[in-house]
């Protein structure tokens, strides 16, 4: 639990007692750079970190206020990932990992978390509709430069990890759902694993989009064609609940699926796609089925 020069604050672990090893968070308030507002930086070490040489798997979280801690949550609901990697390992089901939360930028957080690829490639009626809801200029590129130029490199220089894409993982769910994949596609040499949590797969507002637009079917399906490319060892879960906002996604993750199927990627080798019945869009239901994402991704 000591602060170093480098401006880490230790943070006591959610909900544990004192006495227990659970880990221990590490505080960066906000990391340098130039390619979006500096965020808000939470770091999981897991128990016995500072004890060995051991080097570490690497998972970064969208949405990091919603990952840890109940009040800071918008919700007070959070993933609690870190409780779900303390029980894969005493399973013996992963090797731990070291959790890396970055926090969204509130109001601006669409347009952070958006695809600007399949943006690019939209119809002007398509791009009218995200124009709408994002106010401002999309910054999802900017938002990967981050991740990969500025916050990668500084964990990577800081703690024991394991860098190379097979041990890096990115999670994200709703529209950080969407920027995961971004990442996943556009960044195979950082990402090897990533989980798409309920993601937003129709990118503007479904009320706009309808049950099932063929035109953002076919975006998307160009899109994986033209970049996702050969499975390489990397592994893609996808999932969804039926309920709230997840009762608009099952034609769009169906399509996604027979999209990674036509490109060569095997079910349940190369990717997963899981539906929840019941299961609605909030961080309660993904924190049920995150211990199944992790164990499939880290396996």
Request: proline share 8%.
């Amino acid at each position: 639990m000591v602060a170093s020069a480098a401006g880490l604050v230790a943070l006591p672990a959610a909900g544990a007692p004192a006495a227990a090893d659970r880990g221990r968070f590490v505080d960066w308030p906000a990391v340098a750079t130039a390619a979006i507002v500096p965020p808000h930086v939470t770091i999981w070490l897991p128990p016995g970190y500072a004890r060995g040489r051991q080097r570490y798997g690497v998972v970064y979280m969208n949405d990091g206020q919603n990952v840890f801690f109940p009040d800071r949550s918008g919700y007070a609901k959070v993933w609690a990932a870190d409780r779900a990697v303390l029980a894969l390992v005493a399973a013996r089901r992963i090797d731990p990992v070291i959790i890396v939360a970055v926090d969204h930028p509130g109001d601006a957080r669409y347009r952070q978390y958006f695809p600007q690829r399949l943006y690019d490639m939209a119809t002007p009626a398509r791009r009218a509709q995200i124009d709408r809801l994002a106010k401002g200029p999309l910054t999802g590129d900017a938002y990967l430069r981050f991740l990969t130029q500025d916050l990668k490199p500084r964990v990577d220089r800081t703690f024991r990890t394991r860098p190379d894409p097979a041990h890096t993982a990115i999670i994200g769910s709703s529209m950080g759902g969407l920027i995961a994949c971004y990442a996943f596609v556009e960044r195979p040499d950082v990402f090897g694993r990533a989980a798409c949590v309920s993601t937003h797969w129709p990118l503007a507002d479904p009320t706009d989009v309808g049950p099932f637009a063929p035109d953002v079917a076919a975006l998307w399906s160009t899109y994986l064609t033209q970049h996702l490319g050969r499975p390489a060892g990397r592994r893609l879960w996808m999932d969804h609940g039926t309920a709230t906002l997840d009762a608009e996604y099952p034609p769009w993750q169906r399509a996604i699926d027979a999209d990674l199927v036509r490109l060569g990627w095997r079910r349940e080798r190369d990717f997963a796609s899981h539906s929840y019945a019941g299961a609605a869009h909030e961080e309660n239901a993904w924190a049920a089925r995150l211990p199944a994402m992790l164990a499939w991704l880290l396996a």
